[in-house]
C-alpha cells in the first residue's frame, strides 16, 4: 500500500481517502498529517463536503474525536443511519456503525442536545503567569466582543481594558458573574472614578444596558441553555468503545453576530484546554473541522476574534494534538496567510479565474513544485488535486475521493434533529453538562498590576495615542527619539509652509500670479494648524481625538506633496520663493525622510508576532492606557523599534557625512556648485535635526 502524502516513514495510522486516479492505486493519507491542518477548496458541486466527511469517517475509525463547526445542517446527516451501497466496503461501514457516537449540539433549541457558551468561565490557576494573562485578556476580549465592541475598532480595546480590571475586581470579591444580567448588575454597582483612566461613565452606562439585553429574548438562550460548551465533555464517549463525532449544529442560530460569539468562545474553550492538555503522541487529540470558513479567517484588514484565535490555534495546535480542517467554496473570502497554515490541500474543481489566482495565493505558501492552477478546471465532480508540503514528487497528486461510509444530501432542518437524537443520549448529557473543574482561582501579580493600569516600571510612557501627524505607528512619548524628530519635522514644515503662504499672498496682491497656488497653500497650511493644535489640545484620549487621528495619514501625505510641489516650482523658476529656497530644501529633506522612516517602523511593527496579531494591528487599534490594554513587553517592543530605526538613520547619516567630505577633499567638487550645496544642506540638516532628537529624547528619558 502507497500513501499518496506520504514522504519517506511518518508514524501514524493509515487513512483510506479514495484512489491515485493516474495509477488506479488506492490512495492513503497518514494520520500524522492532520496535525499539519487540511485545507479543502472547491466550488459548489465539486464534492468538497464529501471530500471532508471522508477525513472525518476516518478518524473515527482511527479512534481520533472530531468537533464539527456545522454552519449549514448537512454535516449532521452524519447522525443518519447508513444506507447499503454496493460500492462501498461493507465492512467498514459496519465498522462505523460499531465505532461512531454521533451527538448534535443545538444552541438555542433542545432539538438537538442544547448547548450554551458561558463567557464568564475563569482560566485555570493551573496555567503559568505567561499563559494565565493570555487566556484572562482573550476572556475580557471575549466579552467585549458580546457586547458589540468588534476587535477592528479602537473602542474594544478601552472595553476589554475595563473588564479585565473588573474581572479581576470581581474575583476578589467572590462575585463573578453567571449570566450577563449579573454582569449588568456588576457595572452598574461599580463606581466610575475607579475606571475613568480607562472610559467614560457614560460607556459604562452603555455597556450596562447592551449586558441586560443579551439576557432577555432568545439571545439569553445562547448563554444559559443547555450544556455549557465545554471541551472534556466533547471528547468523552457515552459508551465504551466509540469515538465521539460532535456535529456543534449552528444552524440554529439566526443571525451572524451569534455564529461569531459562538464560535469565539469555541476557540477560546479550546485554546485554554489545548494549553493544560499538551500530546506526547504523533497522532491528534482532536480533529476540528469549520466548513464555510470565510466569515471567519477573512482577509486582511478584517479581523472579527474568530480569526486570531484560529490562527493562534492553526499555529500552534500541533505540538498539542490539534488538527484543524478548514473548507471553502469561496477562496477570495479567505486570508490566505491563515488558510495557508494548512499542508495539505484538497482542491476540486474551480473556473473563475479570480477563484484560480486566490487559489495560487494559498499554494504560494506550500512552495509545491508544479503549477496546479491550469489544472483546476479540467477536474471532475469528486476529483482533487492533493497538495502537499515536503513530499518528494512536489506535492502534487490527483485524486477521486471515495464513496462515503455515511448518508450524504442536503442540510437536515433543525425540527428533524430530534429524531435522531436518543434518550440515553439526552439523559448522559444532561449528567455530565458539568463536568467538575478546578474552582479555585488564583490571580497572580502580574495579571493583578496589568488590570490595574500602569505599572511603576512603566510610569514615564504617556497613555494616549501617537500624535496627529504621524499615523499609528509608535508611542507618543518624549523620550522616543522617533517621537521627537517627528515634532521637529512638523514644527518646521509648518514654518516653511507660513513663509512660503505669505510670499504667495504677496505676490497675488501684486498681481503678478492667480490666487489658485495662495489658496491651496492657505489650505493646507490651515490643516497643518488644525492639526497641530488637536495634537496639543486632545492630550487625553476621547473617541472625537481617535477619530480625527485615523484620517491623519493623508494629511501627512498632502503637507508632503505639497513642500515637493514648492520645491519645484522654485528651482525652475515657475514662482519665484528664492527667499526660502533653503527653508524648503530642509523641509523637504525632513518630511520626505520621516515619512519613508514612518513606512518602515509599520513593516517592522508588522512582523512582530503577538498572540497571532501583528504588533502593528494592536497599536492601530489602541486608544488609551497602553499599560493596561498592552503588555509591558510589547511596550518595550515599540520603544526599541523605534529606537533601532532612528539609531540606524543616524549612523547611515554619519556614514554619509564622512563620505561626503572625503569626496570633496580627493576630488574637484566644491560646494559653490549647486548640486553639491545642495546635497550638502540636506545631509547636514539631517544630522543635526537628529543630534537634536536624541539629546531631548534622552534629557526627557532621564526627568
Given at each position: 500500500m502507497k500513501e499518496l502524502m506520504l514522504d519517506g516513514y511518518l508514524p501514524g495510522i493509515i487513512m483510506l481517502i479514495g484512489e491515485e486516479a493516474e495509477k488506479s492505486e488506492p490512495a492513503y493519507l497518514n494520520s500524522s498529517r492532520l496535525l499539519r491542518h487540511v485545507g479543502i477548496l472547491g466550488n459548489t458541486g465539486s464534492g468538497k463536503t464529501v471530500m471532508a466527511k471522508i477525513i472525518v469517517e476516518e478518524c473515527t475509525l482511527a479512534g481520533i474525536p472530531t468537533i464539527i463547526l456545522d454552519l449549514q445542517g448537512d454535516l449532521a446527516r452524519l447522525a443518519l443511519p447508513t444506507e447499503p451501497d454496493p460500492l462501498i466496503d461493507l465492512e467498514r461501514q459496519k465498522e462505523w456503525k460499531e465505532k461512531s457516537e454521533v451527538r448534535i449540539w443545538t444552541p438555542l433549541e433542545d432539538s438537538g442536545l442544547p448547548i450554551c457558551i458561558s463567557p464568564f468561565k475563569l482560566p485555570s490557576s493551573k496555567l503559568g503567569d505567561d499563559e494565565s494573562m493570555k487566556a484572562w485578556d482573550r476572556m475580557a476580549a471575549g466579552i467585549a466582543e458580546n457586547l458589540g465592541h468588534n476587535p477592528s475598532k479602537p473602542s474594544h480595546l478601552i472595553v476589554k481594558a475595563f473588564f479585565l480590571r473588573l474581572l479581576v475586581r470581581m474575583v476578589d470579591r467572590n462575585s463573578i458573574p453567571k449570566n450577563f444580567s449579573d454582569l449588568a448588575k456588576s457595572i452598574r454597582d461599580e463606581d466610575p472614578s475607579e475606571y475613568d483612566d480607562l472610559i467614560k461613565s457614560s460607556i459604562m452606562k452603555d455597556l450596562e444596558r447592551r449586558a441586560n439585553s443579551l439576557d432577555s429574548g432568545?439571545?439569553?438562550?445562547?448563554?444559559?441553555?443547555?450544556?455549557?460548551?465545554?471541551?472534556?465533555?466533547?471528547?468523552?464517549?457515552?459508551?465504551?468503545?466509540?469515538?465521539?463525532?460532535?456535529?456543534?449544529?449552528?444552524?440554529?442560530?439566526?443571525?451572524?453576530?451569534?455564529?461569531?460569539?459562538?464560535?469565539?468562545?469555541?476557540?477560546?474553550?479550546?485554546?485554554?484546554?489545548?494549553?493544560?492538555?499538551?500530546?506526547?503522541?504523533?497522532?491528534?487529540?482532536?480533529?476540528?473541522?469549520?466548513?464555510?470558513?470565510?466569515?471567519?479567517?477573512?482577509?486582511?484588514?478584517?479581523?472579527?476574534?474568530?480569526?486570531?484565535?484560529?490562527?493562534?490555534?492553526?499555529?500552534?495546535?500541533?505540538?498539542?494534538?490539534?488538527?484543524?480542517?478548514?473548507?471553502?467554496?469561496?477562496?477570495?473570502?479567505?486570508?490566505?496567510?491563515?488558510?495557508?497554515?494548512?499542508n495539505t490541500l484538497f482542491i476540486g474543481r474551480f473556473t473563475a479565474p479570480q477563484d484560480i489566482k486566490k487559489v495560487s495565493q494559498i499554494l504560494g505558501g506550500i512552495q509545491t513544485s508544479r503549477d496546479v492552477a491550469p489544472r483546476l478546471t479540467t477536474l471532475e465532480p469528486g476529483q482533487f488535486l492533493v497538495v502537499t508540503s515536503g513530499s518528494e514528487d512536489g506535492g502534487v497528486s490527483k485524486l477521486n475521493a471515495r464513496r462515503l461510509l455515511t448518508n450524504h444530501g442536503p442540510p437536515i432542518p433543525s425540527h428533524q434533529l430530534s429524531a435522531l437524537v436518543s434518550k440515553a443520549t439526552r439523559e448522559w448529557a444532561g449528567n455530565e453538562s458539568y463536568i467538575k473543574s478546578d474552582d479555585s482561582t488564583i490571580i497572580s501579580e502580574k495579571i493583578r498590576a496589568t488590570a490595574q493600569g500602569v505599572s511603576r516600571n512603566s510610569s514615564k510612557i504617556n497613555p494616549q495615542s501617537p500624535p496627529v501627524l504621524s499615523g499609528f505607528t509608535h508611542l507618543a512619548d518624549k523620550s522616543d527619539p522617533l517621537h521627537v524628530l517627528m515634532g521637529m519635522t512638523n514644527l518646521i514644515a509648518a514654518a516653511t509652509l507660513i513663509l512660503c503662504t505669505y510670499t504667495l499672498g504677496n505676490l497675488w496682491q501684486e498681481g503678478t500670479l492667480s490666487q489658485l497656488p495662495f489658496i491651496l497653500s492657505a489650505a493646507i497650511c490651515i490643516l497643518m494648524g488644525i492639526g497641530l493644535t488637536l495634537e496639543f489640545l486632545l492630550q487625553e484620549n476621547s473617541e472625537l481625538s481617535n477619530k480625527i487621528r485615523s484620517r491623519a495619514r493623508p494629511l501627512e501625505a498632502l503637507v508632503l506633496i505639497w513642500i515637493w510641489v514648492l520645491w519645484l516650482i522654485n528651482k525652475f523658476g515657475i514662482i519665484d520663493l528664492s527667499d526660502w529656497s533653503f527653508m524648503i530644501l530642509i523641509s523637504q529633506t525632513l518630511v520626505t525622510t520621516f515619512f519613508l522612516l514612518e513606512a518602515i517602523h509599520r513593516i517592522r511593527l508588522g512582523d512582530i508576532d503577538v498572540d497571532g496579531d501583528s504588533l502593528l494591528q494592536k497599536v492601530k487599534s489602541a486608544v488609551r492606557g497602553f499599560p493596561a490594554i498592552l503588555t509591558g513587553a510589547e511596550i518595550e517592543e515599540l520603544k526599541s523599534t523605534s529606537k533601532q530605526i532612528h539609531n540606524n538613520l543616524r549612523r547611515f547619516m554619519e556614514v554619509l557625512t564622512v563620505g561626503l567630505l572625503l569626496v570633496l577633499m580627493a576630488t574637484q567638487l566644491t560646494l559653490q556648485m549647486d548640486w553639491v550645496n545642495n546635497l550638502s544642506i540636506r545631509i547636514v540638516s539631517l544630522d543635526i535635526i537628529l543630534l537634536l532628537s536624541t539629546a531631548f529624547a534622552s534629557w526627557q528619558g532621564n526627568r
Amino acid at each position: 500500500m502507497k500513501e499518496l502524502m506520504l514522504d519517506g516513514y511518518l508514524p501514524g495510522i493509515i487513512m483510506l481517502i479514495g484512489e491515485e486516479a493516474e495509477k488506479s492505486e488506492p490512495a492513503y493519507l497518514n494520520s500524522s498529517r492532520l496535525l499539519r491542518h487540511v485545507g479543502i477548496l472547491g466550488n459548489t458541486g465539486s464534492g468538497k463536503t464529501v471530500m471532508a466527511k471522508i477525513i472525518v469517517e476516518e478518524c473515527t475509525l482511527a479512534g481520533i474525536p472530531t468537533i464539527i463547526l456545522d454552519l449549514q445542517g448537512d454535516l449532521a446527516r452524519l447522525a443518519l443511519p447508513t444506507e447499503p451501497d454496493p460500492l462501498i466496503d461493507l465492512e467498514r461501514q459496519k465498522e462505523w456503525k460499531e465505532k461512531s457516537e454521533v451527538r448534535i449540539w443545538t444552541p438555542l433549541e433542545d432539538s438537538g442536545l442544547p448547548i450554551c457558551i458561558s463567557p464568564f468561565k475563569l482560566p485555570s490557576s493551573k496555567l503559568g503567569d505567561d499563559e494565565s494573562m493570555k487566556a484572562w485578556d482573550r476572556m475580557a476580549a471575549g466579552i467585549a466582543e458580546n457586547l458589540g465592541h468588534n476587535p477592528s475598532k479602537p473602542s474594544h480595546l478601552i472595553v476589554k481594558a475595563f473588564f479585565l480590571r473588573l474581572l479581576v475586581r470581581m474575583v476578589d470579591r467572590n462575585s463573578i458573574p453567571k449570566n450577563f444580567s449579573d454582569l449588568a448588575k456588576s457595572i452598574r454597582d461599580e463606581d466610575p472614578s475607579e475606571y475613568d483612566d480607562l472610559i467614560k461613565s457614560s460607556i459604562m452606562k452603555d455597556l450596562e444596558r447592551r449586558a441586560n439585553s443579551l439576557d432577555s429574548g432568545v439571545q439569553s438562550r445562547l448563554y444559559n441553555l443547555g450544556s455549557p460548551l465545554n471541551i472534556p465533555l466533547l471528547l468523552k464517549p457515552r459508551l465504551k468503545g466509540r469515538t465521539p463525532v460532535n456535529v456543534l449544529y449552528l444552524n440554529t442560530l439566526p443571525d451572524e453576530s451569534m455564529k461569531m460569539d459562538f464560535i469565539q468562545q469555541f476557540c477560546r474553550e479550546l485554546y485554554d484546554w489545548m494549553i493544560q492538555n499538551p500530546s506526547d503522541s504523533d497522532e491528534p487529540q482532536i480533529m476540528v473541522f469549520l466548513d464555510e470558513a470565510g466569515p471567519y479567517i477573512p482577509p486582511d484588514p478584517r479581523m472579527p476574534t474568530s480569526k486570531s484565535m484560529i490562527r493562534q490555534l492553526l499555529k500552534e495546535g500541533r505540538k498539542y494534538g490539534i488538527g484543524f480542517m478548514l473548507a471553502s467554496q469561496s477562496p477570495g473570502d479567505l486570508d490566505y496567510r491563515t488558510f495557508g497554515q494548512a499542508n495539505t490541500l484538497f482542491i476540486g474543481r474551480f473556473t473563475a479565474p479570480q477563484d484560480i489566482k486566490k487559489v495560487s495565493q494559498i499554494l504560494g505558501g506550500i512552495q509545491t513544485s508544479r503549477d496546479v492552477a491550469p489544472r483546476l478546471t479540467t477536474l471532475e465532480p469528486g476529483q482533487f488535486l492533493v497538495v502537499t508540503s515536503g513530499s518528494e514528487d512536489g506535492g502534487v497528486s490527483k485524486l477521486n475521493a471515495r464513496r462515503l461510509l455515511t448518508n450524504h444530501g442536503p442540510p437536515i432542518p433543525s425540527h428533524q434533529l430530534s429524531a435522531l437524537v436518543s434518550k440515553a443520549t439526552r439523559e448522559w448529557a444532561g449528567n455530565e453538562s458539568y463536568i467538575k473543574s478546578d474552582d479555585s482561582t488564583i490571580i497572580s501579580e502580574k495579571i493583578r498590576a496589568t488590570a490595574q493600569g500602569v505599572s511603576r516600571n512603566s510610569s514615564k510612557i504617556n497613555p494616549q495615542s501617537p500624535p496627529v501627524l504621524s499615523g499609528f505607528t509608535h508611542l507618543a512619548d518624549k523620550s522616543d527619539p522617533l517621537h521627537v524628530l517627528m515634532g521637529m519635522t512638523n514644527l518646521i514644515a509648518a514654518a516653511t509652509l507660513i513663509l512660503c503662504t505669505y510670499t504667495l499672498g504677496n505676490l497675488w496682491q501684486e498681481g503678478t500670479l492667480s490666487q489658485l497656488p495662495f489658496i491651496l497653500s492657505a489650505a493646507i497650511c490651515i490643516l497643518m494648524g488644525i492639526g497641530l493644535t488637536l495634537e496639543f489640545l486632545l492630550q487625553e484620549n476621547s473617541e472625537l481625538s481617535n477619530k480625527i487621528r485615523s484620517r491623519a495619514r493623508p494629511l501627512e501625505a498632502l503637507v508632503l506633496i505639497w513642500i515637493w510641489v514648492l520645491w519645484l516650482i522654485n528651482k525652475f523658476g515657475i514662482i519665484d520663493l528664492s527667499d526660502w529656497s533653503f527653508m524648503i530644501l530642509i523641509s523637504q529633506t525632513l518630511v520626505t525622510t520621516f515619512f519613508l522612516l514612518e513606512a518602515i517602523h509599520r513593516i517592522r511593527l508588522g512582523d512582530i508576532d503577538v498572540d497571532g496579531d501583528s504588533l502593528l494591528q494592536k497599536v492601530k487599534s489602541a486608544v488609551r492606557g497602553f499599560p493596561a490594554i498592552l503588555t509591558g513587553a510589547e511596550i518595550e517592543e515599540l520603544k526599541s523599534t523605534s529606537k533601532q530605526i532612528h539609531n540606524n538613520l543616524r549612523r547611515f547619516m554619519e556614514v554619509l557625512t564622512v563620505g561626503l567630505l572625503l569626496v570633496l577633499m580627493a576630488t574637484q567638487l566644491t560646494l559653490q556648485m549647486d548640486w553639491v550645496n545642495n546635497l550638502s544642506i540636506r545631509i547636514v540638516s539631517l544630522d543635526i535635526i537628529l543630534l537634536l532628537s536624541t539629546a531631548f529624547a534622552s534629557w526627557q528619558g532621564n526627568r
